[in-house]
């Protein structure tokens, strides 16, 4: 269904428009500016609609740092190290194996553009439809140089730091997940499998308890019984 209306808010007075993701989820929502024929405002829209699908996003940062600060500061005091900004022109390209059986490609360049207006994502992102299988390769190529990562989790985001440029052995690549519905789902099956198994072997262990008490009750009988036969027959016997 097609909400023709859904930008109504900002009229025709959009002077100029770029994607963004906001929430980190793969799905490019959009920042616009607006001219009301005296001032600029800038909005934003977030795009709400699900589309069920996987994605990867890749950054290529310059990998340089800085001498007088190096280090900067992290989460609980802990120092981590900068590793630049985003790259112009690095080339990215994947390979994957749709549900069908096909191998699908796809390549595009970071920041391609700096100028007229040029407003381009400052990664790369990558849809992968509703293939939830592993991106068989990923491609970062830098300067006659490239390097291939294998095996990346759909639903991620991949940092690449390229250096040495002329090393790429030595290039870096950090890997952050992005938690999908398809993931909390996976999780709540995994907690209610665990817990029902939990529950079973909790039933089965009071139920084994509970035999044994009954059999050590019926062992304890018998001995007193073998116990008074003995004695009667031997006063019998005395």
Known sequence: MLHWNALSPFRNGTAMAAF?????????????????GKQYQTAAFRNSLDYDANFVKVMVLTGLTNKNNAMIMGRVGKKRRAYGTNL?????????TTQEGNIRHGVSA????SAHFSLNLPYTIFGL????????????GLSNHSRTWTQIIPNSQMVVIPWPPDKPF????????????????????????????????????WKERQEDKKERLSESHRFHFRCYVI?????IIY
């Not at 112009?88 to 994957?96: E, F």
């Not at 970071?110 to 553009?113: I, S, Y």
């Open 20 to 36: 963004f993701d906001f929430y980190q989820d793969g799905i490019l929502d959009c920042v616009l500016v607006t001219y009301n």
């Open 88 to 96: 112009p022109g690095p080339s990215i390209s994947y390979k994957t």
């Open 110 to 113: 970071q920041l391609p553009q």
């Open 129 to 140: 439809g509703r293939t939830p299988n592993f991106v068989d390769q990923l491609t970062v």
């Open 170 to 205: 030595r290039w870096k690549a950090q890997l952050f997940v992005t938690p999908s519905k398809l993931i909390l789902m996976s999780v709540a099956a995994l907690t209610t499998v665990c817990g029902l198994i939990t529950v079973i072997i909790g039933v089965l262990y």
């Open 231 to 235: 004695k009667v027959v031997f006063n």
